[in-house]
């Protein structure tokens, strides 16, 4: 009778989807006090090896799955921290780790002194296929937690007191029989399709949303080195850039495996004709220096065709509005609360981060208001300035893409204060390229370690950068430009090769 009593004290909590956010949520929220159910609409993954995974998984319930991923230093640390076995596991699936010195050009790494927190920059690189299969097994194996596949969740279960929604429960339908299950908490990681907005509106409550659209598309292509092909050093072309009109970039993956993207904005009609053909989009990387090591004649098989991803928007749900909850015993983390655009590979990380703030505050906090409002403001202060810093980058590469395809100068400030941001933006890129105190600052940043900018305010940097500035913006531009062929060339490149 006592353990029939312990037992029934235990907090129950429902975990919607069973992506990357949605495991490490359960992790995170593992405790003996509580029993935890994910809900995945999919099901498991295949038995075999992570090629079975990658193209025999169907994973309609996210839809980046196939897509390359930037697994950053904050999720790998959160994970290495919290799990080092499981760190261990992915290495024995065939992922491997880029240190900060790994990432280094040759000239730096000839000269490259450890400093303390080094060790903290590294990437964790495989195709997501990978992770998600090892961190699903790994998390089946953990007590108190229990993964239902082939479930559809099509409602909460609710009450309203106060004008406050008040979760109770998930209302479901497994191989067409409708049930309801109580639990104590509800979380949201359904991704960026969650229905639960729609849900608590059609019981009273509005949530507002910012929904910024980032006006682009991506598509991917897989391939693998040919047998005895070394994968391409770093070089002098870099293999991810910019050029204005198309974003590019290689994700090596395991196993020789790698992708890459092309990104390109929703009005480039005629290049987003051309990269669906398996063709052109092989044509068009190899007209790029940095992608033409990688994809050139006699290095690499395609494993894939190209295929896209778009309805690419920056979006940030509100669930707390001046201090008051619209719902209690729910919480949105990852994509399902706040969602940045996928081509700065912040998501995983930002979802793992969400998930451990919910995880400190249901650990300090007992009373349902209090928590929901904490929460709320742990999610403001820690992710609001990644969301915030994502959604410049995605107003910026807006701008600069239509003014060269309307054919404007993009260089020619008609304001002092636009003349001092570009030239100090062109003399960090510079510094980066260069001095090894600017990158490890850039590489915090970029990997999410601490808040973006903070790096400038290391006076040392900040001095390398006014140095650089002195230098002219015409010698530091040439640092954040990438060699390859101009719109007007691409276009008639394509144009060339397109079937009459």
Sequence with gaps: MDDERIVNEKQ??????????????????????????????????????????????????????RHPH???????????????????????????????????????????????????????????????????????????????NNVTVTGLLASAVDGCIVAGGLKLKISNDASEVRHDLVVDASGRNTRFPGWFEELGARIEVEDDDAEIVYFTRHYK????????????????????????GVFPGEGGHFAVILCLPNAEQALRE???????????????????????????????????FGDIHAVWRHFVRDGRPHALNYFAVGDAAVRT??????????????????????????????????????????????????????KNGIKRAAAIREGQALDRPDSLRKWLRLSLGDAISAAARDQLHVVRGAMRTFNLLEPPGEFLSDWRIRLTILRYMFRGRGVNARSRMQRGPGRTEMLELISASTPQ
């Design 341 to 394: 655009n996928p081509l700065y590979g912040r998501g995983c990380s930002t979802g793992i981060k969400h998930a451990h703030i919910l995880a400190e505050v249901l650990d300090a906090v007992d009373d349902p208001v209090s928590r929901a409002v904490e929460f709320d403001q742990r999610t403001e202060d820690e992710i609001r300035p990644i969301f915030k810093a994502s959604l410049g980058e995605d």
């Design 225 to 248: 080195l040919l047998p005895g092909v070394a994968e391409p050093g770093r070089g002098e072309d870099r293999s991810a850039g910019d050029l204005g009109y198309i974003k590019y």
């Design 12 to 65: 129950t909590i429902g975990i919607v989807g069973a992506g990357i956010c949605g495991l490490c949520t359960a992790l995170a929220l593992q405790a003996e006090n509580r029993e935890i159910t994910v809900f995945e609409r999919d099901g498991a993954p295949p038995a075999g090896d992570a090629d079975q995974a990658f193209f025999e998984w169907q994973r309609r319930g996210a839809a980046q799955f």
């Design 274 to 308: 051309a990269v669906k053909s398996e063709a052109q989009f092989d044509e068009i990387c190899r007209s790029i220096p940095g992608l033409l090591p990688w994809v050139g004649a006699g290095v690499a098989e395609a494993t894939t065709s190209s295929f896209g």
């Design 70 to 148: 930037a697994f950053l230093a904050l999720m790998c640390n959160i994970l290495k921290d919290n799990y080092p076995d499981l760190i261990e596991e992915f290495w024995q699936a065939g992922a491997r780790k880029v240190s900060f010195q790994d990432m280094l050009s040759p000239e730096m790494t000839a000269n490259y002194q450890p400093e303390p927190g080094d060790e903290k920059l590294w990437l964790l690189m495989c195709r997501r296929a990978t992770i998600e299969t090892v961190l699903r097994r790994y998390v089946e194996r953990q007590p108190g937690i229990e993964i239902i």
